[in-house]
């Protein structure tokens, strides 16, 4: 399940023609999801988060930015940003950044480490699998 957007399509991460759109959206069915907030799940968490993994297709800014940091503070959040428009992740950094997380980006992703809660000191030079730095944002 996914939403198709022509401007910003999920299912390539990036922006797809308008022919590429047309031909997927022959091929798609509109219907009714039920669905939950993030917001209600987390009411029903009472113990502390670790990690906090969100992958939703390009709608990753959407959720971060539902987060109830006041109540629910997780260690580490790893987030996609392949789709984000550059506005979206500047939004995101800075929101995370001003709860005292450490950014850190490897290819198409962010991973925010709570500086309270874990040294990031340890984590500056650290190499991908394939031996590449991961940088530190910011």
């Keep these: 399940c996914t939403t ?3 401007h910003r399509n999920p299912m390539f991460g990036i922006n797809c023609t308008r022919e590429q759109y047309e031909i997927i959206k022959q091929h798609t069915t509109i219907g009714n999801v039920e669905c939950t907030i993030l917001a209600d799940v987390l009411d029903n968490i009472k113990e502390d988060i670790d990690v ?3 992958d ?3 709608a990753d800014w959407d959720v971060l930015k539902q987060f109830n940091f ?3 503070y997780p260690a580490v959040i790893h987030y996609e940003v392949f789709s984000l428009t550059e506005d ?3 939004e995101a950094n800075y929101l995370l950044e001003q709860f005292g997380y450490t950014l850190f ?3 198409e992703n962010v991973t925010a480490v709570d500086g309270k809660r874990i ?3 340890e984590l500056k030079n650290l190499k991908s699998d394939e031996g590449a ?3 530190l944002v910011g």
């Design 105 to 107: 980006q490897y290819r």
């Design 88 to 90: 979206e992740l500047g």
């Design 133 to 135: 730095k991961v940088e």
């Design 4 to 6: 198709i957007r022509q």
């Design 119 to 121: 040294d990031v000191s």
């Design 52 to 54: 906090l993994h969100i």
């Design 56 to 58: 939703v297709e390009g």
């Design 70 to 72: 006041d109540q629910n």
